[in-house]
């Protein structure tokens, strides 16, 4: 399931990016990059901030929680018990998909970028 998944995405990144090249302007490209930046970047730093409470909440009263577990939150992924899981990794991937959301963004302006150029 998850290649189908993967294969429709990428399919689709690079229909996308034909269509967008093919029928939009270099300033609908940079306006439209804007715009998923600042959307995925909304939606995924409250998502990021929930994430690493409720990672501290459910591993700080065990001591289970490294000094540097800040800069490597996914290493302790595998001290969670199920039902923690089950609290914890929902936040983990909304956020990580505000993420994806914030680099095709980046991706857009930079082909309004590169459009932009050849103008």
């Known amino acids: 399931m998850r290649e189908i998944l993967l294969a429709g995405l990428v399919f689709g ?9 093919n029928g939009a302007s270099m300033m609908e ?39 540097r577990w800040i800069w490597n939150p996914t290493a302790q992924h595998s001290k969670l018990r199920p039902d923690e ?3 914890v990794l929902p936040w983990f991937r909304a956020g990580a998909a505000g993420w994806v959301v914030s680099v095709l963004g980046c991706i857009l302006l930079g082909l309004g970028a590169w459009v932009g150029r050849g103008q």
Not at 13 to 21: E, K, R, S, T, Y
Not at 33 to 59: E, K, N
């Open 13 to 21: 990144l690079l229909a996308g990016v034909g269509f967008a090249l």
């Open 29 to 67: 490209l940079v306006y439209g990059g804007i715009i998923l930046i600042s959307a995925g970047l909304l939606f995924s730093l409250p998502c990021a901030v929930w994430y690493h409470w409720a990672l501290y909440r459910a591993l700080s009263p065990r001591g289970e929680l490294s000094r």
């Open 85 to 87: 899981l089950r609290r």
